[in-house]
Every structure is written in structure tokens, then in C-alpha cells.
């Protein structure tokens, strides 16, 4: 299976804006981490005037740090409150470690298998080289890998693949091209990893599938051919029926 680094951040935000002198005060409480048992969660509380940051707290160091004049005293002030810094410390867990266990739940564990398809985009003419296109649909979570094997072996280049794209109702998209020169009796496949398979899935691209083109194909020149042949009988009756059409004077 592919490997993966999820780099997540849970982040709130509180800010005062002065308009009459220009002030701008925030604070920002930012919770990071990258493992699903949340286990490397580290816990920020930042103090920020005017775009500079001026007291901080780390979980992973588990005291203030002060920046400026004014950064330094607040932060000896609260590192010497036993029962503030109590709280501090405690906030990994309560705010960090459950909020994002709700998002996890909610939102994150939910998986949805993509619907995939390969087909044939271009045919092969004299040098120029056909072209496969495989296709992943309405899937969740993002992440995803397509990759391209040709007669039991991966292939390595001439395949071109597009970002995963939103679809704009939490699912996403991704489509991946293969050129090659076609040969007779070879097997291609798109194989598909993703967190909703329990193991990599190979969707193998059959050539016959492309007959359905070439069947509208041969509908549309019968019918058109039909068409001619009609409207030529139409025509002949018409001529047929003005010529035997006796004129009475008035």
C-alpha cells in the first residue's frame, strides 16, 4: 500500500481589532499532528499584537515563552499560576485530542469507494501511440494512487496523471493517462489504491469495449444511407405522380 503523511492542524482563532488606532490583537490556539491514535498531538497557544507574536505556549516544552518585553512578563506571570498552567497543560487532551477524534469519527474514518473506468481516448495511427485513460470518481477521502501495469509488470513513465479534484460535495476526482504502442495479446490495467480498499484493485481495460463506438458508427451511415434511399423513392413518386396530371381549363 501506498505510504502517507497526514500534517493536520486544528486551529482556533480569537481576535480584537481597534479600528480608531489601529490595533490588532489575536490569539490562536493551533493543535498539529500527523498519526491517527493522535499520538504525536502537540498543543500551541500563541498571544499576537500587530502581526508579532509576543507569548507562546508549546505543549511538548509545557511552559510560556515570552518574545518581547511585555511577552516575557506575561509569560513568567502565568508559568508561576500553578492552576492556569494546570488547565494549559491539560488542553492537549481537551481540546485537541477530543475535537479531533470528533473529526475523525465525523468526517475523516468516513471512506468512499471511487468509481472507476478505463477506457481508450485515442487510437493509434503510423507512430503515433494510443492512448488509455483511467478514471476515478466520487471518492473519499482524498488521497489516492493510480498506477499502470502492462502484462504483469508496472509500467514506468509515459503516463501522465491529474491532481485529485473536488468535486465541490466533499468527493473527488482524479484521471490518469497512458500512452503506448499497441501490441497484440498484451493485458493492460489500472490498479487503484485507496483508503476505503482493504487491498489494491485492478481494473483491467478490455478492448472490445471500444466496439460499441465503432457499432454507432455503422448505425449512423446505415441510417443516413436509409435516409438517401427514401427520400429518392419519395422524389421518384413525386415526379411519377406530376407527370400523369391532366389540366382542366377554366
Given at each position: 500500500?501506498?505510504?502517507?503523511?497526514?500534517?493536520?492542524?486544528?486551529?482556533?482563532?480569537?481576535?480584537?481589532?481597534?479600528?480608531?488606532?489601529?490595533?490588532?490583537?489575536?490569539?490562536?490556539?493551533?493543535?498539529?499532528?500527523?498519526?491517527?491514535?493522535?499520538?504525536?498531538?502537540?498543543?500551541?497557544?500563541?498571544?499576537?499584537?500587530?502581526?508579532?507574536?509576543?507569548?507562546?505556549?508549546?505543549?511538548?516544552?509545557?511552559?510560556?515563552?515570552?518574545?518581547?518585553?511585555?511577552?516575557?512578563?506575561?509569560?513568567?506571570?502565568?508559568?508561576?499560576?500553578t492552576d492556569y498552567m494546570q488547565r494549559e497543560r491539560?488542553?492537549?487532551?481537551?481540546?485537541?485530542?477530543?475535537?479531533?477524534?470528533?473529526?475523525?469519527?465525523?468526517?475523516?474514518?468516513?471512506?468512499?469507494?471511487?468509481?472507476?473506468?478505463?477506457?481508450?481516448?485515442?487510437?493509434?495511427?503510423?507512430?503515433?501511440?494510443?492512448?488509455?485513460?483511467?478514471?476515478?470518481?466520487?471518492?473519499?477521502?482524498?488521497?489516492?494512487?493510480?498506477?499502470?501495469?502492462?502484462?504483469?509488470?508496472?509500467?514506468?513513465?509515459?503516463?501522465?496523471?491529474?491532481?485529485?479534484?473536488?468535486?465541490?460535495?466533499?468527493?473527488?476526482?482524479?484521471?490518469?493517462?497512458?500512452?503506448?504502442?499497441?501490441?497484440?495479446?498484451?493485458?493492460?490495467?489500472?490498479?487503484?489504491?485507496?483508503?476505503?480498499?482493504?487491498?489494491?484493485?485492478?481494473?483491467?481495460?478490455?478492448?472490445?469495449?471500444?466496439?460499441?463506438?465503432?457499432?454507432?458508427?455503422?448505425?449512423?451511415?446505415?441510417?443516413?444511407?436509409?435516409?438517401?434511399?427514401?427520400?429518392?423513392?419519395?422524389?421518384?413518386?413525386?415526379?411519377?405522380?406530376?407527370?400523369?396530371?391532366?389540366?382542366?381549363?377554366?
Amino acid at each position: 500500500m501506498m505510504a502517507k503523511l497526514w500534517i493536520c492542524l486544528l486551529l482556533e482563532l480569537c481576535s480584537m481589532l481597534d479600528t480608531i488606532n489601529g490595533y490588532y490583537m489575536e490569539r490562536r490556539s493551533e493543535c498539529i499532528y500527523s498519526s491517527r491514535d493522535l499520538s504525536d498531538m502537540v498543543y500551541i497557544d500563541s498571544a499576537i499584537f500587530n502581526k508579532i507574536r509576543y507569548r507562546w505556549f508549546n505543549s511538548t516544552v509545557g511552559k510560556f515563552q515570552g518574545y518581547t518585553q511585555h511577552g516575557i512578563y506575561n509569560a513568567e506571570r502565568f508559568n508561576n499560576d500553578t492552576d492556569y498552567m494546570q488547565r494549559e497543560r491539560a488542553d492537549v487532551d481537551a481540546f485537541c485530542r477530543h475535537n479531533a477524534q470528533i473529526y475523525y469519527t465525523a468526517i475523516i474514518d468516513k471512506t468512499v469507494e471511487p468509481q472507476v473506468e478505463v477506457k481508450s481516448v485515442k487510437q493509434s495511427h503510423g507512430s503515433q501511440p494510443a492512448v488509455l485513460m483511467c478514471s476515478a470518481y466520487s471518492f473519499y477521502p482524498k488521497f489516492i494512487k493510480v498506477t499502470w501495469m502492462r502484462n504483469g509488470k508496472e509500467v514506468e513513465g509515459d503516463q501522465t496523471s491529474t491532481e485529485e479534484m473536488a468535486n465541490g460535495d466533499w468527493y473527488y476526482q482524479i484521471h490518469s493517462h497512458l500512452e503506448y504502442m499497441p501490441k497484440s495479446g498484451e493485458q493492460i490495467s489500472c490498479v487503484v489504491e485507496h483508503a476505503s480498499f482493504k487491498q489494491p484493485m485492478e481494473y483491467k481495460w478490455d478492448p472490445s469495449a471500444s466496439a460499441p463506438d465503432k457499432s454507432k458508427i455503422a448505425i449512423g451511415a446505415s441510417g443516413l444511407v436509409l435516409g438517401i434511399v427514401l427520400s429518392a423513392a419519395g422524389f421518384i413518386y413525386y415526379k411519377k405522380k406530376a407527370s400523369g396530371r391532366i389540366l382542366v381549363p377554366t
